[in-house]
Every structure is written in structure tokens, then in C-alpha cells.
């Protein structure tokens, strides 16, 4: 008989750092099965996962044709860290969509911004000042990211 799973304890699950099925060790747990787990070996934390992607569930027999019933509806699912990606290139297309390339101030670190400042980067491209963050620092919102680079030195 399998021994109940428990924080500390031991299980099999896909590491998707070392992309293998190996043992890890059960950081949290939601109800009885676990939620966290650390690899034993290469000692990243992750949600557990109890295959490989692409992996088919075992199947259950719950009825003649052995399905458990009918499929609740996929629901497409954005993680946090994409949803706060798509709002700031959102944000930045707002801010930079229409605009004259003339309304583009080359960016120089001796230059002072202010708050909505358009700036073109050599290396990030289009930006818009979103922070004045003291009065050698500003946040600028670029595509990709916002980065804090140096100004008025």
C-alpha cells in the first residue's frame, strides 16, 4: 500500500527544469494531492506535475464507454506575469502609435525628462517616460519592457 503524501515527503513529478520525471520533495500541499514541490536534484521549486506535457492522463472507467461524463469547457487561461505583458506593450502602443518621428527625443544621459516624454533609445527602440523616479533616474516604458536608465548627469 502506497504511503499518504505529505509536506517533507517524497514524489514523482515532471521537472520542468531538467525536463525528466524524477523525485521531488512536497513543499505544499491543497488537499491530497501536492501543489509545490522542489526537484531533488537540480533544486528548483514548481508547481507539481504528475506527468510529461503531451503525457495522456490515465483514463478512468465510469461508465460503459469508460468516460467519467461530459468535459467542462476549455477555459483559456493567461497567466499573471502574461497579462502584466500584454498591458504594458498595450500601454506602450498607446503611447507611441501616431506619433511623429520628430515627437522622438534622442535619448542622451545629460538629458532631463519628464513624465511622457517620448524617447528613442539606440539599442531598446521607442520609449515613453512613465516615472521620474529622482532627479538622475527615470523609468522608460520600451516594447519589450520598462527600464530605469540615467538622465540629467
Known sequence: MPRPLKVGGDVDSWCTKCRMM????IVAMVG???ARVECETCHSQHN???RAPGDAPARSS????????????RVSHVTKLEQERRDRESSWERAVTGKMISDFIKYNVKTSFKVGDLVKHPKFGDGVVTTIIDAHKVEILFKDEPRKLAQAL
Request: aromatic fraction near 4%.
Open 48 to 50: 507539481w506535475r504528475e
Open 22 to 25: 524524477l523525485t521531488h520533495r
Open 62 to 73: 465510469n461508465g460503459p464507454s469508460g468516460s467519467a461524463g461530459p468535459r467542462a469547457p
Open 32 to 34: 491530497p494531492k501536492p
